[in-house]
């Protein structure tokens, strides 16, 4: 597996995995390749226009580690406004954006469910709803930039789906994984779309980190072996409740690398199904191996018993049945 780039923590891990018959994946950085380019910056406020709301936004997220602040932030260096230091205050808010302090000004940057935590409702908030679904719809993931409760714009991103996506998906059901899911905290419109794209059998949208981990736990109360594969600090309860945890480990925050079970080393998500059938090989010629063990013991303790078998031929046949369990045990040394 370490060959292969894939990090196994335990031989408990290894044959767990090989009981995996549900798999659930994160969005964003997974199934996507987490780099993401501003598409749409739609300015709502009168007084505002569409630069000044790319470059509030962009100075909000400049505090932020999620993947959704860099394109915000090269966009407002590609307009010629770049962001100079960091906001006085930030704030993460796990699963709907940021919060930070520019200014003296408390500047949300994030999706509706933010906005409600900040009480902005009325006219504001119906404006940028439409804004979102709007957007949402072709497939970005939309952001609504508000400043001391009152909405000024919305900026939307977009992130191309891996290209090894689809073709992953197909391997992990012919491994023998029953079910794939998607577990992401966009919204629906725009996570039905990729995984409209990839093949994934269900999808969860608009999750807090808890509600993946109450996803993860409502599998496994339904009988499931579960991975959970993710790269960001959002998937670390997932990551840890799941039978299996995988980080793709190339792309992957150092949080969800060490929660993990499995490291992904190269950012390929082939290794994923590789994985997973590495691990079925490996039980079943351990168990292969376990029944040639005891059946030359049988053999030889019948032999023993009952006459004919001496201490030379014992030996022999000991150490031949040795080498048989070595030459298959090398078996899983082929690709």
Do not use: C, W, Y
């Not at 990090?7 to 659930?24: H, M, R």
């Not at 023993?304 to 048989?324: D, K, P, Y």
């Amino acid at each position: 597996g370490a060959k292969d780039g894939i990090l196994i923590k335990g031989g408990e891990f290894l044959e767990t995995s090989a009981k995996i018959d549900a798999v659930a994946l994160d969005k964003t950085g997974t199934l996507t390749e987490g780099r993401p380019r501003l598409t749409d910056v739609v300015a709502l406020d009168p007084d505002m226009n569409r630069g000044e709301v790319l470059r509030l936004a962009a100075r909000a997220e400049a505090g932020s580690e999620h993947p959704l602040a860099q394109p915000l932030l090269e966009a407002a260096d590609e307009a010629g406004t770049p962001v100079r230091g960091l906001p006085e205050h930030t704030e993460p808010v796990p699963g709907k954006g940021i919060v930070a302090t520019l200014d003296g000004h408390r500047v949300a940057v994030g999706n509706l469910a933010l906005m409600e935590t900040e009480n902005i409702t009325g006219h504001d908030a119906a404006a940028a709803g439409s804004v979102v679904t709007e957007l949402a719809a072709l497939g970005r993931t939309p952001m609504v930039v508000a400043r001391d409760g009152q909405v000024l714009g919305v900026v939307a991103v977009a992130d191309r789906v891996r290209t090894d996506a689809p073709e992953m998906v197909h391997r992990l059901h012919a491994a023998g994984v029953k079910k794939v899911l998607m577990l992401t905290g966009d919204i629906e419109p725009v996570a039905r779309a990729v995984a409209e794209q990839v093949g994934i059998d269900e999808v969860r949208a608009g999750l807090l980190p808890e509600d993946k981990l109450d996803a993860v736990a409502d599998l496994q109360r339904l009988g499931h072996t579960v991975a959970m594969v993710g790269d960001g600090v959002n998937d670390a309860p997932a990551l840890a409740t799941a039978d299996i945890g995988v980080a793709m480990g190339a792309a992957g925050t150092g949080v969800a690398i060490e929660t993990a079970d499995i490291a992904l080393m190269k950012d390929d998500l082939l290794k994923l199904p590789k994985a997973i059938s590495l691990a079925r090989r490996t039980v079943a010629n351990m168990r292969q191996n376990i029944v040639i063990a005891l059946g030359t013991v049988a053999a030889l303790l019948g032999g023993v018993l009952f006459g004919g078998v001496t201490m030379a031929i014992g030996m022999l046949a000991h150490e031949l049945s040795v080498l048989v369990v070595i030459v298959n045990a090398m078996r899983l040394l082929r690709p």
